[in-house]
């Protein structure tokens, strides 16, 4: 497979900057303008791309208050699934939209599709890529559906095992896409550092032949940003205006600020990655005068030795290296030196 996919105008992959998805989900809280003011929020934000989830209550589960469909832990806890994904999807009449507002701007648009009505419902809307969430990783139908319409494609993999994460790379190729990216998550809301484990996604990277980076469920971006560090070529990260706004994800949503914050530490993360260089700075070229080297610290008739009393190595480093300190000691001044000069050849005999 590629290590490098395009997406619009973006690659993604080694030697290129991360691509940075802000993932709106359910922070909309029902309202179509909150949507479009996360759009624009995600842009001044620093974001590449904006993403949204398309599907409905009855695409997802089935309305019933059986045990099966009960949330027992975690953030959702006492939800019933139905229910819970009322509250949480954005209206696909809205989708269209949204995809208008976030290109007029320059950004990309990405939504996760979770069956094949979403994924013809996306075709028709001429969606460029497609994300595939951790939860459907095991849904090989739906995931050999959207690999067959020749896309690029997102896929987080928490949850899924070793076995499984082949199992869906698998039916992606089956389909002859070799457009994938996979995205190491800690399926959790919010997950927390413990439960990270971001060597993996290098592992993910070397394994399968194709980008990896990070679906961020945690809160802040000290993993972000250590993803980044560690190779990371996408990193995914729920985004709202306000998390006093409450919806299924605002609790470990990122404020503006904070994204931009977070955008902002991962472009400075790269800059300072940069590459494998011994050359100096511009900088460290004027620091380098300020080195140690060997001067005379009192006066030196010539003819007299030098001796530790006499000479030293101090700094700034303007006269001879300390590695040559041993060898001048003992040898004969060659004329008279002032304390305070550094010393060259031209004064050792």
Known sequence: MKSIIRIRDKKIGQGYPCYIIAEMSANHAGDFNRAKEIIHAAKESGADCIKIQTYT???????????????????WKGENLYRLYQKAYTPWEWQAKLKEEAEKIGLDFLSTAYDKTSVDFLEELGVDFYKIASFEVVDIPLIKYVASKGKPIIMSTGMATLGEIEEAVNAV??????????LKCSSAYPAIPDDMNLKTIRHLEETFGVPAGLSDHSLGSVAAVTAVAMGARVIEKHFCLNRKIKNPDSSFSMEPHEFK????????AERAMGKISYELSEREKINRNFRRSIFAVKDIKKGETFTEENIKVIRPGYGLPPKYYE???????????????????????
């Open 261 to 268: 914050r977070m955008v902002e530490d991962i472009r400075a």
């Open 57 to 75: 209550p009855d695409t997802m589960t089935i309305d019933s208050n059986k045990d099966y469909f009960m949330i027992k832990k975690g953030t």
């Open 327 to 349: 060898g001048v000691l003992g040898k004969k001044a060659a004329r008279d030196i002032e304390r305070g000069t550094p010393l060259d050849w031209s004064m050792v005999n």
């Open 173 to 182: 190729k089956s389909q002859g896409n070799k457009n994938l990216c996979l």
